[in-house]
């Protein structure tokens, strides 16, 4: 499959959305309901069509309709054209009259192609940005912060003593889970999952851990974590309520595939748990 970081491709959806219009997703903002997300239309500013006639580079601006100041996206032919047999031909090919043009729209990242008939307006053919398209299905799908299951509120820590830090793994929590969303003809299906979970011990260190944590079992005894651990070298006794106050920070990273258009990509979402510990000094009686 094509990486997005290399080239993205685009669909062309004449004489099936108009300009600037979009269809109304309902309660769910249209996300595996069956119905289309809003798609931004990149419609003719009144300049000339391209593919009008003659080869090499012309960039084509374009607003749009009703002098919208939206940013104009830029429609530049390519120059070579690429093999027939490419995908950014969209199943033409070089007996029709037309031509693959690169679309660059300011308010979109990433870059995209088209094919457009000679003499057709930009507005005839809109793209769709399948990043957009994921990023709506990842809105749909329930991603929170870790489920903090150690350090507890309830505890008691003692400096120089290892912490085992944990969470308890769930869909919701730490993945795997998916969606999709559709927009025109191009289906996107999005898979999100935790790949790390920074935590902000509130003694101004952090603790990166690639995975939920071991939990501690008494059988562990004085031990490190082997995965997410920590020593607190000093009490927390200047602090409020005697408690270091931290957050466990999980990233998700959210891939997607947009079969139509052979694409693909990766993009990451955060989302952040707060918790304390009560850490002091261990006390020690001389008994004579």
Same mark, same amino acid.
């Given at each position: 499959?094509? !990486?997005?970081?290399?080239?993205?491709?685009?669909?062309?959806?004449?004489?099936?959305? @108009?300009?600037?219009?979009?269809?109304?997703?309902?309660?769910?903002?249209?996300?595996?309901?069956?119905?289309?997300?809003?798609?931004?239309?990149?419609?003719?500013?009144?300049?000339?069509?391209?593919?009008?006639?003659?080869?090499?580079?012309?960039?084509?601006? @374009?607003? &749009?309709?009703?002098?919208?100041?939206?940013?104009?996206?830029?429609?530049?032919?390519?120059?070579?054209?690429?093999?027939?047999?490419?995908?950014?031909?969209?199943?033409?090919?070089?007996?029709?009259?037309?031509?693959?043009?690169?679309?660059?729209?300011?308010?979109?990242?990433?870059?995209? &192609?088209?094919?457009?008939?000679?003499? /057709?307006?930009?507005?005839?053919?809109?793209?769709?940005?399948?990043?957009?398209?994921?990023?709506?299905?990842?809105?749909?799908?329930?991603?929170?912060?870790?489920?903090?299951?150690?350090? !507890?509120?309830?505890?008691?820590?003692?400096?120089?003593?290892?912490?085992?830090?944990?969470?308890?793994?769930?869909?919701?929590?730490?993945?795997?889970?998916?969606?999709?969303?559709?927009?025109?003809?191009?289906?996107?299906?999005?898979?999100?999952?935790?790949? /790390?979970?920074?935590?902000?011990?509130?003694?101004?260190? &952090?603790?990166?851990?690639?995975?939920?944590?071991?939990?501690?079992?008494?059988?562990?005894?004085?031990?490190?974590?082997?995965?997410?651990?920590?020593?607190? /070298? !000093?009490?927390?006794?200047?602090?409020?309520?005697?408690?270091?106050?931290?957050?466990?920070?999980?990233?998700?990273?959210?891939?997607?595939?947009?079969?139509?258009?052979?694409?693909?990509?990766?993009?990451?979402?955060?989302?952040?748990?707060?918790?304390?510990?009560?850490?002091?000094?261990?006390?020690?009686?001389?008994?004579?």
């Amino acid at each position: 499959m094509l !990486r997005r970081a290399t080239a993205a491709a685009a669909v062309v959806l004449a004489g099936v959305l @108009a300009p600037a219009a979009h269809a109304d997703g309902g309660k769910d903002g249209g996300i595996c309901k069956g119905a289309t997300m809003f798609v931004k239309v990149c419609a003719s500013d009144g300049g000339g069509a391209p593919g009008a006639g003659g080869s090499g580079t012309a960039a084509a601006p @374009a607003g &749009t309709s009703g002098g919208s100041s939206t940013p104009s996206c830029t429609y530049t032919r390519l120059d070579p054209q690429p093999p027939p047999e490419n995908m950014f031909w969209k199943g033409h090919d070089r007996s029709e009259k037309g031509a693959v043009y690169g679309v660059n729209c300011p308010d979109q990242q990433g870059a995209r &192609t088209v094919w457009i008939a000679d003499g /057709q307006a930009p507005d005839a053919a809109p793209v769709i940005d399948p990043e957009a398209v994921a990023r709506r299905a990842a809105a749909s799908m329930k991603l929170e912060g870790p489920a903090v299951a150690s350090p !507890r509120a309830a505890g008691k820590y003692l400096v120089g003593m290892p912490m085992w830090m944990w969470a308890d793994p769930s869909p919701s929590t730490f993945g795997p889970v998916s969606a999709s969303a559709t927009a025109g003809s191009v289906t996107v299906t999005a898979t999100a999952k935790v790949s /790390q979970i920074v935590w902000a011990m509130g003694d101004g260190t &952090t603790v990166t851990c690639h995975g939920p944590g071991t939990p501690y079992t008494p059988e562990q005894g004085k031990a490190m974590s082997p995965d997410c651990g920590h020593r607190y /070298q !000093r009490s927390a006794s200047d602090k409020p309520d005697g408690r270091y106050r931290g957050t466990a920070t999980a990233t998700w990273s959210i891939a997607w595939t947009a079969p139509t258009l052979g694409d693909e990509g990766e993009f990451t979402e955060t989302r952040e748990t707060a918790w304390t510990a009560r850490v002091g000094e261990l006390q020690v009686l001389n008994v004579n």
